[in-house]
Structure formats: structure tokens, C-alpha cells
């Protein structure tokens, strides 16, 4: 997302040294009067603040969203279960009122009395002996059945609590995202405001590298890892979309996740999830198909397309491009 356009430091990759030589290189770039670029310095810190504050907030909104669908389904599961459980014992009622009716009707007599007027008294205590376990057995089914209910009960309760917060931090979300979006808005214009060769400077400087040694392996390592890169060249130019994952529109990590699927490859929906997809492998040894992560906190993900260069989509505004693979600090490279 867009905040690979942060040319400032943050305190992500305050200190790092590849941003440090980029900003030298950034600077010498734009070689402006002094008095003429400090609007534009500050344009683009606005820029790249709210950038990151919306990629943090997109990620934040799909994380939410991914653990609500899950807990629908296991509150579904929950539910089914509890359908089952009462068949079964609203069965065992049935079963029991027709026991019990029995039982009514042959106690009348005392049971010392009955004994004495049988015809085979051994056949008698047989039968309530039998009669005396299988009531036992099912009174005893009865109540583990009861307390599963219960259990269950409990359970699905509390999958409904959970669900009921994460709504509520998702609307939260929601309500902050397009906070983010009229700020974004707010600062295209301003950006928008600059001379025409500062605006150029900016996009130049947004798709620089910092410093990083050419990667010119340009082979997948395997064949699923090719497959996800021909889906994703395939959507290049597709629109940056809040929440997305395809195929009209992506956020960084729904493209990563539909470009995968296309592959039959399952992957997480956010971008923390997807650094831990895989086996990390070191920048200098990346291929076509791996996913880069970026910052410290994980929250943009691109997929690497070889000689340098990430398929990603970046910002809202923007589309699904090519870019530098060093345009903002790489956190760690996951092979799938």
C-alpha cells in the first residue's frame, strides 16, 4: 500500500541504514530551494503517515473480519450440535414416560406382594432386576446428555459474545478506515497543489529502491510459486480496493492470497499471517513467487517477480503495479 511512498523515517525503520542513504539520494533528487520545498516535505510526510495508517487499518479491519467468519462457523457447529443433543434426549423422554407408564401400571401392588403372587417368582426378580438397570442406565444417560446441553449452551453463548465484540471492532475499524480515506483524500489534493515537477519528484522517489543488491533470479522455485506469479501479472492495472481479495480489486494481501488460490494454494487473509506461510528465506536468495513483507510490524506484503522487482497493490488510488522491491524496509521474504 502506499506506505512504501514514505521517504521520512518511522519509527518502523527509523535508524536503518538502507533508508538513510535513500533519503541522501531522495534529497539530492529534489535539490530544491530551501524555502520552496519545505511545503513539500510536508506534503509528503502527510502523505506517507496516512498511507501506513491505512494500510495498518486495512489489515486490522481483515484480521477482524477473518475471525468473525470463524466464529459464525464454529457458533453454527455449536448450534447444529445442540440440535442433535436435544433429539436425542427429547428420544430418551419418550423412552423414559413410556418406561415410567409401565412401571406405574405394574406397581400398583407392593412389590414384596407381587413377588408372592407370581407364578415364577424367579422370572420376576429377573425382570426387575433388568428393569432396575436399564432405568439406571438411562436416567444416567439423561443427565450426561443434560449437561452437554449445557455445556453446549455455555458454549455457543460464548462464540455469540465474541462475535457481538468483533462486530463491534470491526464497525470500529470501518468507522476509522474511512477517517483514513478523507485524509487521504485531503492529501492528494494537497499533493495534487504542488508544482508539476515536485508531484514527479515524489512518484520518482516513491518507486526508488534503497541501496539493495540486484536479484536477478528470475525462476520460481517451484511450480505453484509460478503459477501464483502469472496470476498475479495477470490482474497488473486492477484498482486498489479496501478489504478486497479479487478479482475486480485487491489490498496488498488479498492480492497475495487470490494470486496464490489460483495456484490451489491456501493462504491466510492478512499479511502478519502470511510471513508465517511458509520458510523465510533470505532476501539475496528470493524468486519469483515469495512473498516480501515489509515493515516490522508486517503490514504490507507484495510477491516478488524477480530482477528486483514486487507485484503489490499499494494505496488506495493506486493500481495493482510493478515496484522496486526495496521501496520500503523488507522485513523478512517467505517462500510457500
Same mark, same amino acid.
Request: overall charge positive; some cysteine; hydrophobic content about 35%.
Given at each position: 500500500?502506499?506506505?512504501?511512498?514514505?521517504?521520512?523515517?518511522?519509527?518502523?525503520?527509523?535508524?536503518?541504514?538502507?533508508?538513510?542513504?535513500?533519503?541522501?539520494?531522495?534529497?539530492?533528487?529534489?535539490?530544491?530551494?530551501?524555502?520552496?520545498?519545505?511545503?513539500?516535505?510536508?506534503?509528503?510526510?502527510?502523505?506517507?503517515?496516512?498511507? !501506513?495508517?491505512?494500510?495498518?487499518?486495512?489489515?486490522?479491519?481483515?484480521?477482524?473480519?477473518?475471525?468473525?467468519?470463524?466464529?459464525?462457523?464454529?457458533?453454527?457447529?455449536?448450534?447444529?450440535?445442540?440440535?442433535?443433543?436435544?433429539?436425542?434426549?427429547?428420544?430418551?423422554?419418550?423412552?423414559?414416560?413410556?418406561?415410567?407408564?409401565?412401571?406405574?401400571?405394574?406397581?400398583?401392588?407392593?412389590?414384596?406382594?407381587?413377588?408372592?403372587? +407370581?407364578?415364577?417368582?424367579?422370572?420376576?426378580?429377573?425382570?426387575?432386576?433388568?428393569?432396575?438397570?436399564?432405568?439406571?442406565?438411562?436416567?444416567?444417560?439423561?443427565?450426561?446428555?443434560?449437561?452437554?446441553?449445557?455445556?453446549?449452551?455455555?458454549?455457543?453463548?460464548?462464540? *455469540?459474545?465474541?462475535?457481538?465484540?468483533? !462486530?463491534?471492532?470491526?464497525?470500529?475499524?470501518?468507522?476509522?478506515?474511512?477517517?483514513?480515506?478523507?485524509?487521504?483524500?485531503?492529501?492528494?489534493?494537497?499533493?495534487?497543489?504542488?508544482? !508539476?515537477?515536485?508531484?514527479?519528484?515524489?512518484d520518482r522517489a516513491s518507486r526508488s529502491g534503497r541501496g539493495l543488491p540486484?536479484?536477478?533470479?528470475?525462476?520460481? *522455485?517451484?511450480?505453484?510459486?509460478?503459477? *501464483?506469479?502469472?496470476?498475479?501479472? +495477470?490482474?497488473?492495472?486492477?484498482?486498489?480496493?479496501?478489504? *478486497?481479495?479479487?478479482?475486480?480489486?485487491?489490498?496488498?494481501?488479498?492480492?497475495t492470497q487470490w494470486s496464490y488460490a489460483q495456484a490451489g494454494v491456501s493462504?491466510?487473509?492478512?499479511?502478519?499471517?502470511?510471513?508465517?506461510?511458509?520458510?523465510?528465506?533470505?532476501? +539475496?536468495?528470493?524468486?519469483?513467487?515469495?512473498?516480501?513483507?515489509?515493515?516490522?510490524?508486517?503490514?504490507?506484503?507484495?510477491?516478488?517477480?524477480?530482477?528486483?522487482?514486487?507485484?503489490?497493490?499499494?494505496?488506495?488510488?493506486?493500481?495493482?503495479?510493478?515496484?522496486?522491491?526495496?521501496?520500503?524496509?523488507?522485513?523478512?521474504?517467505?517462500?510457500?
Amino acid at each position: 500500500m502506499g506506505s512504501h511512498r514514505r521517504l521520512a523515517p518511522s519509527g518502523f525503520d527509523r535508524g536503518a541504514g538502507a533508508a538513510v542513504g535513500f533519503l541522501s539520494v531522495a534529497a539530492t533528487a529534489l535539490c530544491a530551494v530551501p524555502a520552496a520545498s519545505a511545503p513539500y516535505d510536508d506534503t509528503r510526510a502527510e502523505v506517507d503517515r496516512l498511507y !501506513e495508517q491505512a494500510e495498518k487499518a486495512t489489515e486490522a479491519y481483515n484480521k477482524a473480519d477473518e475471525r468473525a467468519d470463524e466464529l459464525r462457523e464454529e457458533a453454527g457447529t455449536a448450534r447444529d450440535r445442540i440440535a442433535r443433543q436435544q433429539q436425542r434426549i427429547n428420544s430418551m423422554r419418550e423412552s423414559l414416560g413410556s418406561l415410567a407408564g409401565a412401571q406405574y401400571r405394574s406397581g400398583g401392588l407392593d412389590p414384596s406382594l407381587a413377588l408372592l403372587l +407370581s407364578d415364577d417368582p424367579e422370572d420376576y426378580l429377573d425382570r426387575a432386576s433388568r428393569l432396575d438397570r436399564v432405568t439406571a442406565h438411562q436416567a444416567g444417560e439423561l443427565r450426561n446428555l443434560q449437561d452437554a446441553m449445557r455445556e453446549l449452551a455455555q458454549d455457543r453463548e460464548e462464540a *455469540a459474545g465474541k462475535l457481538r465484540e468483533l !462486530e463491534k471492532s470491526r464497525k470500529t475499524v470501518a468507522v476509522h478506515k474511512k477517517s483514513v480515506e478523507r485524509k487521504l483524500a485531503t492529501a492528494r489534493r494537497l499533493l495534487n497543489s504542488l508544482p !508539476e515537477a515536485e508531484r514527479a519528484a515524489y512518484d520518482r522517489a516513491s518507486r526508488s529502491g534503497r541501496g539493495l543488491p540486484y536479484l536477478g533470479n528470475a525462476t520460481a *522455485a517451484s511450480g505453484r510459486g509460478a503459477a *501464483a506469479v502469472a496470476a498475479a501479472r +495477470s490482474v497488473v492495472g486492477r484498482p486498489y480496493v479496501w478489504g *478486497a481479495n479479487g478479482p475486480s480489486g485487491f489490498d496488498c494481501s488479498g492480492l497475495t492470497q487470490w494470486s496464490y488460490a489460483q495456484a490451489g494454494v491456501s493462504l491466510p487473509r492478512t499479511s502478519q499471517a502470511q510471513r508465517y506461510a511458509g520458510r523465510q528465506v533470505p532476501l +539475496s536468495e528470493a524468486r519469483p513467487g515469495d512473498l516480501v513483507v515489509y515493515r516490522d510490524d508486517a503490514s504490507h506484503v507484495g510477491m516478488y517477480m524477480g530482477n528486483g522487482q514486487v507485484i503489490h497493490a499499494p494505496y488506495p488510488g493506486a493500481p495493482v503495479r510493478y515496484d522496486p522491491v526495496g521501496m520500503m524496509p523488507v522485513s523478512s521474504v517467505t517462500r510457500v
